[in-house]
């Protein structure tokens, strides 16, 4: 279970700091900019403590396949960032893959 929390705020992490990238303005302005690298770097740190007990490609695609759909959310509540329809089934593809994994995977670290 302590492997599911670490990842979870490692995603959390990643999503904050990727969200402060946009608006960071390309590295120009420093509290955004700030979040960016305390945010990746204890995203990446998180990310390194679930891997004492999941696979590095399970953990890794659960976590982008979260991170993606989180930060797809987070563009079109804070920037209207609306996704087209191509973009919603593929969205609904890779939850439906983290599921898969999730579920049926002997490899997740449980």
């Known amino acids: 279970m302590k492997t599911y929390i670490y990842l979870f705020l490692a995603i959390i992490s990643e999503i904050i700091a990727t969200t402060a990238l946009k608006a960071s303005n390309e590295f120009t302005k420093f509290l955004p900019s700030t979040i960016v690298v305390f945010g990746y770097a204890t995203a990446f ?56 994994i999730n579920m049926l995977s002997k490899n997740t670290g449980q």
């Not at 403590?49 to 991170?67: C, E, K, N």
């Not at 930060?71 to 969205?91: E, H, M, S």
């Open 45 to 100: 740190y998180l990310l390194s403590l679930t891997l004492r007990r999941m696979d590095l490609g399970i953990a890794y695609a659960i976590w982008s396949g979260v991170g993606i759909v989180l930060v797809t959310a987070v563009g079109a509540v804070f920037y209207k960032q609306k996704p087209d329809i191509p973009a919603v089934v593929g969205i609904l593809l890779i939850i439906v893959g983290v599921l898969i």
